[in-house]
């Protein structure tokens, strides 16, 4: 099974992707989380996308389909993946398609996680991260059990840079501009699964698994 995330900055796609990650027992590969921890670890890649991420605009092309490409050759990807933050525009669809070819695979479900703006502007200014595991937390809808620490591994819990209000409305304009004609293009190809993300998390979770289990079915 192979499942794309979609969806704004916010709307839930990692904290949905961890939680199938479990149950479908399928790596969850975010591509940000990727560059943020070859940024973390200062790595070629990392000092070459520190600053593009801090002001939220896109890589290049090219660099982040070479990433994926690179983790999508890992043996934890043979069975499937959740690809959570990628494709995010026309070309990247275009190569994952080629990614799936090479392996004689496809993609087989794109969950959108729809959701209005002014929802996700709250959500990010309320997100915490854990600096170990990334985990997501939030403030107002999920806080951790103890102020400022991961309740998985007990890591310390930070805010993403690039969660500052102002870089906030460029994320969201960047998403607008240049990912959402892939909502379209993959409609078109009958992929498509749209989510109400305005939900609480288990229920967004308990459409996502609707929606599996139906695609899953002969
Ligand atoms: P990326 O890391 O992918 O960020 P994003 O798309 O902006 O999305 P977020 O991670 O901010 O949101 P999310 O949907 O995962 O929400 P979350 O679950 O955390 O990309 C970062 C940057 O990397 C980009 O700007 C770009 O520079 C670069 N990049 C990445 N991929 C790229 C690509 N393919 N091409 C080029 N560049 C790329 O939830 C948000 C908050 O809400 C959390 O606090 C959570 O606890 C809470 N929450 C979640 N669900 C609910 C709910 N149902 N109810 C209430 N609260 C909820
Ligand atoms: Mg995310």
Redesign the pocket.
Known sequence: MNIVMM?A????????ADLMERRLRLPHV????L?RENIKNNTDLGKQVRA??DR????PDSV?IGMIRQRMSQPDCAQGIIL??????IQ?AEALDTLFAERADRLNRVLYIKIDNDVLVG??A??WFCKICQT???VV??PPKVAGVCDRDGGELIQRP?DRPETVAH?LRVYFDQTSPLIEHYRAKGLLSEIN?E???EQ?YGDIVQQIEGATQP
Request: a positive charge.
């Open positions: 969806g900055p916010g709307a839930g796609k990692g904290t949905q975010a591509s940000g989380d560059f593009i991420l939220g605009d896109l890589v982040t959570d933050g990628f494709p995010r525009t990247q959500r990010l309320g997100r997501p937390y939030n809808s999920s690039d994320r993300g939900q609480g998390i967004v």
